[in-house]
């Protein structure tokens, strides 16, 4: 039965990257079934972007599924969620008209939301909450704008609002645009709205987690790209600008989060928030770039914040379905419990590793080309003739480089405490290898990663026709040669399959001219040197609370760090003590300032509210009357 | 295509060859300005022969990680040597930005500092965990400062933008110019760990970075670590010397042009030793919570070295 629903989520997927594929490449269509519910019936419309989306989406559930068929072994629970959850959120890309989005969204969030709440331990209910609470402030937002813009355009139906729209006064645009945006960027994890995230992944199962991570949260991305360049009309300058600062303090607060927890599934999730901001940092250039006439610029923007969503979706559905192999294996999430696993569980290590420099940027991996191509966009802002607006770009480019070098620190740490050197506990020194068909799945995902690297020619071609869709303008980002990206002819070009073979050669280099000249004398095994100590322990090992310390001491106004040492000495003598206790709780600036508040104050709302709840039946009866004659006066 | 292989083999040979002369003259320079006599100033291929010729030991705690990051780190020095404009405005990889460039300095210390929390030893995760924390907060102001000299030039390219610079002859009177390159010296400072932010010349544990993250390494390995550390240094001077005074970097390939480009890059990279080795003499090693400032301060400067371009344009 589980086994069927996955092999059934896997063909799902498989068909879903197939239809999206050919509707990336322009294969266009649209069906509607106008009968079926009221407000304009269901419609689905396949664009070049719907297109991606969908490949996406079906193409990162296949290895997904293919991982999750070992993951979830013979547990019934959660596969009808799974199955729903997937073609929901095939569907939300092609969905045309405010109904079918709608319940496209609905289903995708109701399904996540069961899975996420699937353990039904106290902490999975905590996450739950938190999460439904966050998706329906957020379906609020957006399905009030989208029914604000279909009163002013009459009609429910996408494609025929970009008309009207744009025959609006600017205000009531913005009102609209700030409306959709506000909504879909609470699902894509943007801060301050993220703090469903570090919540939600931990608490979901792990290829449930991939799936949310790698792709739910693109749909966000999508939302936000389809409302401001197609649906309302030319885009003032500001909504890029917002845009790009979003995107800014997403992903430096994202990655210093994510550097500071240790919690191998919850950095993961920190981690996503900070690739959503990279992707918001391309959107929001883009967009700035439209709104000054700067076009070309504008393409190659929004190619490099498309080209890294594509990235992330499968670097990271690799480092959810790892991670959920480290958890399952040693049975806790805590860095600080793990170590020593690359001896244990080589597959899994080597899938990590992978994962870890491809989300770090590093070169020869595909997470480097879609930064570089980010880069190249934003430096090229000093072609604008307008300072406010280059000091914005100059911040996020700083932004961009910070979180490149953050990140790097960041899976050092999440990679070396939890894989290399001793075990720290017993759980992690008898951890087993994950089974066939998992290792399959990451084996997938990681082929992609290297694949997306070095053909970074042929996923540039393929994604500069979905974004001359959006910005109908003169191809700015080009292939030369079929193997040298050229942006904005000869401002930067990049050869990935140079590089790769570069560094492939220069890395055997060395090792061939030792061979050759029979310097290699086979190294001595010896034990790590310790300052004469007996035995090397575990406990002698750095920590992950310790690596990360220089970050938390010099991001302090970030992290805001409280630690508390309690020290129980000997009552005769301070020196002998008996128990050390240290806590260093993180805390939230997004919490103490604005959820905490809000609750505090959503609370004495509601308690002024009761007020009317009195429970007799003839109060209630009086209100009814009350409202009725109060709209016939008022109608 | 036998151009460029030429020119590459040129590249690795004079990055390779000569970073340990230029580790070994300054540290000549030191001891002399420190009235010393000080080794020879080719002590450090005597190191390396040495070295090369040991058998290494390696802990047994540790995985392919450790083994391979020696190799790691000469491939990507070799490539970024390979990226950079050494010997003329025309590397063999002539397509790099100082973003590839960054990163792939980034990749080594990615290795770097696995390595160094592979051995179980407090020492290497002290190391590991102060290293990727210079090398995070260098990050941005060398994109910004490199930046900078790409806003004048309208190219990243490398080698574009020294052939765009070495034409204008207001350069040197830029302020823009002139702050990108104080920004630039003091990260430079921090990527080739040297005094104010590492000492390069201790084995204290209290005040090391990168001497604490390699201390597992012994033999060939430790070999490879060492020369690739002396080419990063290298490197950086090199970008410091071509890409700040563009005067002297030949355009074309020609073999007399390669031999007066070399020449030329000698000369800078002697004035910036001497310049290195007399700071290094005069000032002592910052504590390491002080080092984000000074980067800090450095970012300061080259974030308003891009302000000024804007404002001159």
């Known amino acids: 039965m589980a086994l069927a629903g996955y092999v059934l989520a896997i063909l799902l997927g498989a068909g879903g990257a197939a239809v999206g594929g050919a509707g990336m490449l322009g294969h266009v269509w649209h069906v509607s079934w106008p009968w079926l519910v009221p407000l304009g019936g269901l419609a689905l419309e396949m664009d070049r972007l719907g297109g991606l989306f969908v490949a996406l989406v079906g193409a990162t559930s296949v290895p997904v599924s293919i991982y999750a068929v070992g993951y979830a072994g013979r547990e019934r629970r959660g596969v009808l969620a799974y199955l729903v959850f997937v073609a929901a959120m095939l569907l939300v890309p092609v969905a045309a008209n405010t109904m079918t989005f709608a319940i496209a969204w609905e289903l995708m969030s109701l399904a996540s939301y069961l899975m996420v709440v699937q353990h039904r331990t106290r902490e999975s209910a905590h996450a739950g909450w938190v999460y439904a609470v966050m998706t329906h402030a957020a379906l ?11 009163a002013w355009t009459g009609s429910a139906r996408f494609a025929d609002w970009a008309a009207p729209m744009s025959a609006l006064d600017a205000g009531a645009r913005s009102l609209a645009w700030a409306l959709l945006a506000a909504g879909f960027l609470v699902k ?49 300058v500001w909504w890029g600008a917002t845009l790009l600062l979003l995107g800014a303090v997403a992903a430096v607060s994202g990655v210093l989060y994510a550097l500071a927890d240790r919690d191998l599934q919850r950095l993961l999730a920190y981690s996503s928030v900070e690739n959503v901001g990279i992707v918001l940092i391309g959107v929001g250039a883009a967009l700035a770039f439209q709104a000054s006439a700067a076009g070309p610029l504008a393409l190659v ?23 959920g192999g480290v958890v399952r294996a040693t049975g806790t999430r805590d860095l600080e419990a793990m170590g020593g696993l690359v001896h244990r569980m080589p597959w899994t290590a080597a899938a990590f590793f992978l994962g870890a420099a491809a989300i770090a940027a590093l070169p020869p991996l595909n997470g480097f080309v879609s930064e570089w191509l980010m880069f190249q966009a934003l430096l090229q802002n000093v072609r604008l003739p307008m300072p406010a607006l280059n000091l914005v770009f100059t911040v996020a480019i700083a932004a961009l480089a910070l979180t490149g070098g953050l990140a790097v620190a960041c899976f050092v ?13 017993e759980s992690a020194a008898s951890a087993r290898e994950m089974p066939g068909s998992m290792r399959l799945g990451m084996a997938v995902a990681a082929l992609a990663c290297v694949a997306l690297a070095v053909g970074a020619t042929g996923v540039v071609a393929t994604l500069a026709p979905i974004a001359e869709t959006l910005v109908p303008d003169a191809a700015s980002v080009s292939t030369r040669g079929g193997l040298t990206v050229d942006v904005s002819s000869g401002f930067a070009t990049l050869s990935m399959p140079a590089v790769a073979i570069a560094l492939v050669g220069a890395f055997l280099l060395p090792f061939l001219a030792l061979t050759l000249a029979r310097a290699r004398p086979s190294p001595r095994r010896y034990e790590t040197w310790g300052c004469g100590r007996l035995l090397q322990t575990a406990r002698m090992e750095y920590t992950a609370t310790a690596f990360a310390n220089p970050f938390t001491r010099v991001f302090d106004f970030v992290y805001r760090p409280v630690a508390r040492l309690d020290i129980d000495a000997h009552p005769d003598s301070r020196f002998f003590v008996q128990r050390i206790a240290y806590d260093n709780a993180p805390r939230f600036v997004v ?44 109608t | 295509m036998i151009a460029d292989a030429v020119m590459a083999l040129l590249h690795v040979i004079v990055v390779g060859a000569g970073a340990p002369l230029l580790v070994g003259s300054l540290r000549t320079l030191k001891a002399r300005l420190t009235g010393r006599r000080g080794a020879p100033v080719w002590q450090p291929y ?24 020696p190799y790691v780190l000469a491939a990507t020095t070799v490539v970024a040597a390979l990226a950079a404009p050494v010997l003329s405005s025309r590397p063999p990889l002539g397509f790099a930005g100082i973003i590839l460039v960054m990163y792939l300095f980034l990749l080594g210390t990615f290795f770097l500092a696995l390595a160094g929390l592979d051995a179980g030893s407090a020492f290497g995760g002290m190391g590991s965990s102060r290293a990727v924390a210079v090398a995070a907060l260098a990050e941005p102001t060398v994109i910004l400062a490199v930046f900078a000299l790409s806003l004048q030039a309208s190219t990243t390219n490398l080698g574009g933008v020294v052939e765009r610079l070495a034409g204008d002859p207001q350069l040197a009177l830029n302020p823009a110019h002139l702050l990108a390159f104080a920004a630039f010296f003091i990260v430079m400072l921090a990527e080739a760990g040297r005094l104010p932010v590492d000492n390069p010349a201790t084995h204290l544990e209290l005040t090391m970075i990168h001497e604490a993250m390699v201390l597992e390494y012994s033999g060939r390995y430790l070999a490879l670590v060492e020369w690739t550390s002396a080419m990063k240094l290298l490197l ?43 700071l290094e003499t005069s000032i002592a090693k910052l504590r390491l919570f002080r080092v984000p400032e000074l980067l800090a301060g450095s970012f300061a400067l080259a974030l308003l070295s891009v302000t000024a371009v804007f404002l001159l344009r």
């Not at chain 1, 609020?140 to 279909?150: E, H, R």
């Not at chain 1, 740490?413 to 506990?425: D, E, H, M, Q, V």
């Not at chain 1, 039946?617 to 009357?625: D, E, G, K, S």
């Open chain 1, 591 to 634: 919490d103490e300032w604005l959820y905490r508040p809000a609750g505090r104050a959503l609370r004495a709302l509601a308690r002024r509210a009761a007020a009317i709840q009195s429970g007799s039946p003839n109060r209630y009866l009086a209100y009814v009357l009350a409202a009725l004659l109060l709209l016939l006066v008022l």
């Open chain 1, 140 to 150: 609020a937002c957006w399905l009030a704008g989208m029914l604000l813009v279909g």
């Open chain 1, 413 to 425: 740490k999440a990679y070396g405490i939890a894989f290399l050197a001793l075990p720290r506990t």
């Open chain 2, 236 to 278: 950086f001077l090199t970008l410091l010397a071509n890409l700040f005074f563009p005067w002297g970097v030949p355009h074309v390939r020609t073999p007399v042009a390669i031999l007066l480009g070399t020449a030329a890059l000698v000369g800078k990279l002697a004035v910036l030793t001497t310049a290195l080795a007399v």
């Open chain 2, 46 to 69: 005597l190191d390396l022969r040495k070295l090369f010729g040991k058998t290494p030991v390696v802990s047994v705690t540790t995985s392919w990680v450790f083994r391979a990051t």
């Open chain 1, 188 to 236: 894509a994890g943007a801060v301050p709205a993220h703090v469903w995230l570090p919540l939600a992944h931990p608490a979901a199962p792990s290829h449930v987690s991939a799936l949310m991570s790698g792709v739910m949260l693109k749909l966000g991305v999508y939302g936000v790209v389809r409302a401001s360049f197609t649906w309302l009309g030319p885009a003032p």
């Open chain 1, 301 to 323: 923007a929004l190619v490099a914040a498309l080209y890294h969503v594509v990235n992330h979706a499968a670097f990271k559905s690799l480092l959810f379905m790892a991670a």
